[in-house]
């Protein structure tokens, strides 16, 4: 199973970006969006539950970033909104955790990365 990311690119302070994931052939029950800058750790970002839409971010970009899912496509978005050079990172998103979580352990599944810079 692989897991596609795209979307990424550069905009300035206060764009927006908008990244969507597709699985190969299935959907999971649950997604997450993870990032890393460099010289950082990889961060949770936001996930979601595939069936009711259950949503939950990190508070550094809750109330900016929100995460869809799109049934007639099979994929999961990540809308980005007022962002800040703080959120430039390579951006992951992931799949087939049991449940909603922040941990990037329980992810079975990643996408290669898509590269977001937030010019100031």
């Known amino acids: 199973v692989q897991l596609q990311a795209s979307g990424g690119g550069l905009v300035q302070t206060g764009g927006s970006l908008r990244l969507s994931c597709a699985a190969s052939?299935?959907?999971?029950?649950?997604y997450g969006w993870f990032r890393q800058a460099p010289g950082k750790e990889r961060e949770f970002v936001a996930t979601?539950?595939?069936?009711?839409?259950?949503?939950y971010y990190a508070d550094s970009v809750k109330g900016r970033f929100a995460a869809s899912r799109d049934k007639t496509k099979n994929t999961v978005d990540l809308q980005m909104s007022n962002l800040k050079p703080e959120d430039t990172a390579v951006y992951y998103c992931?799949?087939?955790?049991?449940?909603?979580?922040?941990?990037?352990?329980?992810?079975?599944?990643w996408g290669q990365g898509t590269q977001v810079t937030v010019s100031s």
């Open positions: 992931a799949g087939g955790a049991r449940f909603l979580t922040i941990s990037a352990a329980q992810y079975v599944y």
């Open positions: 052939g299935r959907t999971f029950s649950y």
């Open positions: 979601m539950g595939w069936n009711d839409g259950t949503t």
